[in-house]
């Protein structure tokens, strides 16, 4: 290994306060939008048809969310991620403008916190990353934290400096997209008749369906996203790894489980909100991912009759359907099938 | 199961005369045709160049007319055959307009009939759907039937109520793209010296080439489409099924045998019409699909010297090459390798 | 078979001086570029951002070199290798104007030389392709030369006729792309801080990563392509052939080798020459790519302080990490892990 080639950080590589700008900025197009279409089916009116963007007052159809997330997310990854264990949560994520085709995705991260784990070979590290369209403004803002190796188990390591974070992002703080007024929402064409009204805290819905994960629609979307972490990508050093077998990317999971969602919540239209989430269990090639969900909280909007908050518990599972909503077992570990537990907040019309 | 999940409707939920309008317009974009490109490799020269289609007078490269095809049909998915337990057969379909990028299909569909089986179990359903863009011109319109399951095999069914179709569209109703002109046909741009003229009723053309059908792949393209059909992406549940693994949908093999058949058909460039099709048999992944076509009749078109219309059959196999064009055996069945029987009209370029 | 289906030229069937107009020409496209980043996963930034472009003096992000270069041998193939056993080597090599979405590419090539194996069953087929964009400028122009099958053992051959190629690119025939003027290149968007006078001839840089190869993903390329190439897709008949198994287009194998370099070579940014290259073993699906560079040679461009010419080796490998730069055995063999040899220019920032 010469000076030249990339290894990543390692634990005692981070310092608190530390601002990194993160490489590569992305220009996000209509080719992006069908692979990410070909790659989990989403059927939300709003990001499929300009003409249903524009009758909500959008100038076109939007990217997914998930999609402008996993771009964001990918970019942070040479930096901070390579040398990850896990990648254990994240928090008080807000979406901001929505992305459009021809924007422009640039990235920069601060750390947040650290601390050292007691085996000495790994430490936690805590960074919020903010994710900027080419005009500056924000498009997501969150935060996530990661066990890392350390390079050398010797180094010296700071003190435990962790961050608290708020358990969800307030209701004031949500952004609504700049123009979205929704007068005239076209149920049938949405696929659904149900709206914010209709839902009720503690409501648990099944999505029924399941989709059969591949070797190489994984690894099309992890590398859509510019996401370098290998346990993706390289069999030949996987097969004597932790799993004997290459690792699904996360988000890879929650977009698969959103796409799935749109069977019993086709109108939640919008994330404004990642209050948390856990990768719960790893997942591979082979495995059929199903999902539910449950509405753990509602607000309205200051000042709009016209769009209500959801807040969402997006519960994916694996080989294992959920009719009967598994989330944990009686000594509140989570059920074995459970690989994602994700909380988040998404905006759904109102009746008028 | 609450009331929000959607499960599709049975053959008891169905009306002759019912009208749905289809959930989920659909912007199409360069994005799908580049997608389609990969997934399919056609080289058309008409979908493939912008330039080649100005030549054509057309404003620029339209969409595959299959893709378009596709997408229509999969927005009926959730609608009309998501309990579907085959797809039985298409008749009288006609391409309107092309669909070009940025263009947004809408579909609706009309109940035609009914038939109740005499198991008790199942019925046909007779739909004629519309997909429509942007503008509301016609650019599909097309009848399918497929076999649906009833909820409760106790249900009342209605009596049989069959429509006649017709076994061909006529040449007076096909629809010849605006503002299509064929003056200066690049012959060598487009692959092939043979025009109109050339081909004669009754021959056969051998496409020779094979593709082999992964996974990945046609999960991809059904996604794409924003079909939803369960069988084709559920390992989990498929694995217990009648096959005992997932059935690609029967569009894909549509798309792979009309690619295939560029070789010996490059300049059948539009297709008009989908006179009726069959699809024999399912394919699974791990299949190699191979194609043969036969000239089943020529027509002039109205009023035009420059292109002519051909009706042709292509018929798809897997696992066996097509020098011989398999299509029945001795007892009238069709040989067991054949996979799609599929009748439609071609615009190709005649000599001048 | 009859008259229309196009089973390619044997070797025979050349001639030297004759010129072929290829088919398809190809509008490329934004959903091309996602394709390319879903297939290979590449970070330069100068491809991935217009901004970043812009900022060269670019109209905006160009397309991937690679992509171009696989578009244009695509074309070819249908004319010139469909026949092949092998496809021996590349030589001389420019690229000219950058490809831009919306831009149309047309190929032609022309028969260089013929040299009759002894076996009297093959020969090989020396050919210069040019490309070109809608406007006519030079977007590649280089030469190949394949194994091609004779159809009749007995049919005639000429006399063999080899030409001579140069082992590089002449650093005056080098086209740096119109509009380009580095002054204010990013190097914590662009990903490294290396410029052009930290790289020194002979240096060797080991790209770390490895990327595993999956069926669909080669397939999904080389359709994408439109290279019809009979042995990259049809399983059905490669069970049966050398290697039992579908062999995985070459080109493939540069894109991944190119994409890897990234880490090590962030501002190699725009590749000017293919100097030579050589596919030294097959590859197929479940192998793992690796990469390593050498620094070849030097060279600062005419009247031009603010980029300058790196001349690379990069040398691809299956199964096996790069740390100690494998390439030649003892005895002068290939290293049995290689399986690419290639030797390109391309442009580097200089400091100023």
């Given at each position: 290994m010469n000076g030249k080639t990339q290894t990543g950080n390692f634990f005692e590589d981070f310092q608190v306060g530390q601002n990194i700008v993160h490489a590569t900025p992305r220009t996000l197009t209509e080719g992006d939008v069908s692979l990410y279409t070909a790659l989990y089916g989403p059927r939300f009116a709003v990001n499929a048809s300009s003409p249903f963007a524009a009758s909500l007052g959008l100038p076109r159809a939007p990217l997914d969310d998930l999609l402008a997330f996993h771009v964001v997310l990918g970019k942070t990854v040479a930096d901070i991620?390579?040398?990850?264990?896990a990648n254990l949560g994240y928090a008080v994520g807000r979406f901001g403008e929505p992305v459009y085709p021809g924007d422009t995705i640039s990235c920069a991260s601060t750390v947040l916190g650290l601390k050292p784990n007691k085996d000495g070979m790994t430490g936690v590290v805590y960074v919020r990353s903010v994710g900027r369209n080419q005009r500056g403004e924000m498009v997501l803002d969150y935060c996530r934290w990661v066990m890392v190796r350390k390079r050398d188990p010797a180094a010296a390591v700071p003190e435990a400096r962790v961050p608290e974070f708020a358990s969800r992002v307030a209701t004031d703080d949500l952004v609504v997209p700049t123009g979205l007024t929704v007068r005239d929402y076209d149920s049938a064409l949405a696929g659904s008749p149900h709206r914010w009204e209709d839902y009720q805290v503690g409501e648990r819905i099944d999505h029924f369906d399941g989709m059969t994960i591949e070797e190489s629609d994984h690894m099309l979307a992890t590398r859509l996203y510019q996401n370098t972490a290998r346990v993706h990508f390289n069999q030949h050093v996987e097969k004597d790894g932790r799993f004997g077998r290459r690792i699904v990317y996360g988000g890879h999971i929650i977009s698969l489980a959103r796409s799935l969602s749109f069977n019993g919540l086709a109108n939640a239209f919008k994330l404004v909100a990642i209050n948390g989430g856990r990768h719960v269990a790893p997942t591979f090639a082979g495995d059929t991912i199903y999902a539910w969900s449950e509405v753990l909280d509602k607000a309205a909007l200051p000042g709009r009759d016209d769009v209500g908050a959801l807040r969402l518990r997006l519960v994916a599972t694996k080989d294992r359907g959920c009719a009967d909503f598994p989330l944990k077992t009686e000594d509140d570990r989570y059920d074995p099938a459970v690989v994602l537990d994700f909380d988040y907040t998404a905006l759904m019309p109102r009746r008028r």
């Open positions: 991620s390579l040398n990850a264990v």
